[in-house]
């Protein structure tokens, strides 16, 4: 792959779908906590508490279930990559001279021997890294969730 259609592919990463999983997933998240504070408010209207010759549930005595919301999320991706292209040309030799004599010629001798090499490198790294932080803080249940519940615990009393 070439220089330039690695940095096209990097370039297209799915960086809004990854934003729009990232809203999702808190969405999904918060919605979850809700469900838990109210299942837990249920569960404590159902408990009651002895006092004298009356009971209470916990609601009742000024308990409260506590509701979370996340305040801030953030995404971060980190990506960085290196491509390297190397060539190695080499030619090495050596030379060997000899002589010989004889009573009526000379003879001489060479010899040459040669090497070459070529070599053509390529070296690729990528590295990649994300995090994801998100904020959660406690509130007070809403004041109308507080206001029913006392509505329906009055009649419930009415009831008795």
């Not at 220089?3 to 990097?10: A, H, N, R, S």
């Not at 801030?72 to 080499?90: L, N, P, Q």
């Amino acid at each position: 792959m070439k220089t330039p259609e690695i940095v096209q592919t990097l370039m297209n990463a799915p960086l809004p779908l990854m934003l729009e999983k990232l809203g999702a997933s808190i969405a999904n998240a918060q919605t979850a906590l809700d469900a838990n504070s109210i299942k837990l408010a249920n569960e404590m209207s159902n408990v009651e508490v002895a006092i004298g010759d009356d009971t209470y549930n916990l609601i009742s005595l000024g308990f409260a279930p506590t509701f979370y919301v996340f305040t801030e999320a953030s995404f971060e991706v980190k990506m960085e990559f290196s491509i390297a292209e190397s060539e190695d040309v080499g030619v090495s030799g050596s030379l060997n001279y000899g002589k010989g004599k004889s009573d009526e010629t000379s003879t001489q001798m060479f010899g040459v021997s040669v090497s070459a090499h070529y070599a053509r490198k390529f070296s690729m790294s990528a590295e990649g890294s994300s995090s994801i932080a998100a904020k959660i803080v406690s509130l007070p249940a809403p004041e109308t969730f507080y206001e029913i519940l006392k509505s329906t615990l009055n009649k419930t009393e009415d009831d008795k």
